[in-house]
């Protein structure tokens, strides 16, 4: 067999010969035995054909646009004797083509959603805690680490229990991962009781149902808090499934619902050395390509951006919002023990405290990370055991952001 073609990718794709090949008006398709069929336009190959567009070493395209030859130049699509795609181009070029990598395109299997589970709504009939894992080897057994990124995805919310209890685990295990998002509170913030408060959190207060960081243009995806001591008397941690209270207030509430979707607010953080702003609605649900975002954080929320006569019936819908997320219906409510450490979609999820006393210490180490590093190191780590499964078009997935938009 000859030398597989490089492909415009690092993924080890399986050998899917081509059955056949035909050129038709400027495309060519290509099909498999099994039925499959697929039409690749030809600059499209040119631009990622190994000994044409391709650079191997990037694994990038390197041709500008107006260096792309003419679709006629195209001149024959044939199969070679090991089932991959053989163009000639009127230069006197012949390139092969991986067949694989042809079938991944055409099974979608390159689309973001593949190889992410599927974003699964939940409420407290559903679960009575996290769900959870044990944590004691996540750094050391990619399982485990591919267990608890998944389950992240598809629930937006995950505990590890029994990790090492170390200022500087969560930093560990998110690096493990990928890049920490920094803010002005640093890569890593404790959350304990401060003298000088610069955010409700680092207060004994009770803490209403919200998400981190709407003052940002994309607040972070995912939120990390890593218990390493706990003694004080309440302060139990709440979870709702965002996606789930939404989704109650629109058949439940349906003109606070259009409130919360379109009134905007504006947002400001509040803090002597940063002053980040942003402007959108409580509940957002963005467009087309982007995820839910609610932004919940009212210690935040600065002004009414909105028509004088639209401010009062904002105010009503914040206040069905905050009752909805403090439904018991859709809460989740568990005290943090040494050793917990609870990941959650900062998106999606909203999260609470209850008060605390001052008697004990509790000390909470957090972090945020972005979606797309979670996104892009759960693929790498099914790369190798699950892309090539998927030989007819991803059935079992859908696009993780597919909840947002609204029916
Ligand atoms: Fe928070």
Known sequence: MNTAPLTPDFIPHEWRPVASAELIDDFVRVAWADGAVFDAYSLWLAENADGYGLEPMTRESMLEPRDLPSPADLSAATIDGDGALALDWSDGRRVRIHPGWLRYIADDAHLPASALPVQTMWTAADFSEPPTIDGSQILDDDDVLDEWIATLVQYGLCRLADTPTDLDFVGRLIRHVGPIRDTNFGPIWSVQLKPNPDSTAYTGLNLGQHTDLPTREVPPGFQFLHCVENTVLGGWSRMSDGWAVVEAIRSEHPGAYEALTTLEWVFMN??????????????????????????????????????????????????????????????????????????????????????????????????????????SRLRVLRRDRTHQQSSTKASNTRPITSHEVPA
């Open 270 to 375: 509040r803090a002597k050395d940063a002053e980040h702003r942003w402007i959108g609605p409580i509940i957002d649900h963005g467009g087309r390509r982007q995820p839910l975002t609610l932004r919940a954080f009212y210690p935040v929320r600065s002004a009414p951006h909105m028509d004088r006569s639209d401010v009062p019936r904002a105010y009503e819908s914040l206040r069905v919002f905050a009752e909805m997320a403090r439904d018991p219906r859709f809460q989740v409510v568990y005290p943090f023990r040494p050793g917990d450490l609870v990941g959650f979609d900062n998106r999606r999820i909203l999260h609470g405290r209850d008060g605390f006393e001052s008697g004990g210490a509790r000390h909470l180490r957090g972090c945020y990370a972005d979606h797309d590093d979670f996104h």
